[in-house]
């Protein structure tokens, strides 16, 4: 009997960078190592599309749900496989198997506008004018009504953490009985090289890395706290990403006298990103918790443990779930500037100490091929 083919929605995918692009390749390529054929529909990247041997990758999406319904009429697809909540809508109009994979913001604050065609020539940039909050405001209110009704009809909904489980129940209890919280899987690349030396390097190097676009991130935080530790303790401080907070980041950076001891990477090749966690000796990231903006998971904490590598976080959202005390990182109750500057004193000063080799074990219990499994039973189910 021949395996389904699977046909993956995706908005985000590489060669855009993020964590549901990261989500979305993982999960492709799990799927399509186990011998499931497997079709990608995506958006026009002006990069092209990767190569992914076995996957049959089709930039076609145009995040209007009039124009998108045409991919249902694909020859060959057996079940569909949503990357994105707002995809949901395909449960309506197919008979066929649809999963649904959330990951929080997509549901919380819907970011594609499939279902306000209004909107739409705002593009992805729309969330970030203020000139646009009313419109986004009365968007928001449309979607989550569009959501509370396409989301309990998918076959199965696949939660990227317990806790992003709990947020779409509380908010749409109709999804009770059809959410599995399947997790997220690690990024292989990132376990391919040796670890570092068990010591500490000196100075301490200190890492972050995010979209420079959020304000929930909580960089500036950081940044101040670092700030009163300055003549205490000898430390560098990279932060990788971009974004339109980077110029405000920097400038503070030079205000707190930073500027010597922060380095602002912008975006980064992923073998220099590994080596740069190689070589580093804390993650710090310490995003706070938005009534429509959360961290579901955080992937990046769980590529600094493969790595070797320590996380600072907050004990808040998906985040509790992707570092384990004392294993493979500590907490912050509470993302405040005097809470973390205590946190990374702590550590700075030594009194806080971890084995490379505990944080890769740790980040090697999340597979890919984990999260497949919890799926492929619905990819077969009848409707």
């Known amino acids: ?26 999960y492709v390529r799990a799927l399509a190592g186990m011998g499931y054929p497997v079709t990608v529909f995506t958006c026009r990247h ?58 929080g913001n997509d549901f919380l604050r819907a970011y594609q506008p499939v279902t306000a065609p209004a909107l739409d020539r705002f593009g992805p940039l729309w969330r970030f004018e203020s000139r646009l909050r009313p419109l986004e405001r009365a968007w928001r209110g449309h979607t989550t009504r569009k959501l509370q009704k396409w989301l309990p009809k998918a076959t199965a909904i696949l939660t990227n953490s ?16 059809r959410t599995i919280p399947a997790l997220v899987g690690g990024d292989p ?16 190097r200190l890492a972050t890395v995010a ?30 990403g971009d974004g339109h907070l980077r110029p405000e980041l920097e400038g503070l950076a030079q205000k707190l006298r930073l500027a010597d001891r922060v380095k602002f990477a912008g975006s980064l090749e992923r073998e220099t990103l590994r080596r740069m966690l190689l070589e580093s000796d804390l993650f710090v990231l310490t995003p706070s918790v938005l009534p429509h903006s959360h961290e579901g998971f955080g992937l990046v904490y769980l590529e600094a443990a493969a790595c070797g590598v320590p ?5 808040l959202a998906g985040a509790a779930e992707a570092v384990a005390e004392g294993e493979s990182g500590f907490f912050v109750e509470k993302p405040e500037t005097e809470a973390i500057a205590s946190a990374l004193g702590a550590f700075l000063e030594g009194r806080i100490r971890y084995s490379r080799r505990r944080c890769r ?22 409707r």
């Open 311 to 315: 996380s600072l976080a907050a004990r």
């Open 211 to 240: 979209r420079l676009s959020e304000p929930r991130k909580n960089i500036h935080l950081v940044l101040e706290a670092l700030a009163r530790l300055q003549d205490r303790y000898d430390f560098r401080y990279t932060v990788v």
């Open 46 to 103: 002006p990069k092209g599309e990767i190569d992914l041997p076995g996957v049959d990758i089709r930039p076609v999406l145009k995040l209007r749900r009039v124009l998108d319904r045409k991919l249902l009429e694909t020859p060959g697809i057996d079940a569909w496989h949503a990357m994105n909540a707002a995809y949901a809508w395909i449960a309506e109009e197919t008979e066929k198997p649809v999963v649904v994979s959330v990951h």
């Open 1 to 26: 009997m021949s395996l389904p083919r699977v046909g993956i929605v995706s908005p985000e995918f590489p060669p855009d960078i993020g964590g549901v692009e990261n989500y979305a390749l993982g």
């Open 189 to 204: 690349f990132f376990l391919e090289l040796p670890l570092a030396g068990g010591e500490r390097h000196s100075p301490v």
């Open 361 to 382: 074990e740790f980040a090697k219990r999340f597979t890919w091929e984990k999260v497949v499994q919890k799926a492929l039973p619905f990819y077969a189910e009848k």
């Open 162 to 177: 317990r806790y992003t489980e709990r947020v779409l129940l509380g908010k749409i209890p109709a999804c009770r009985g």
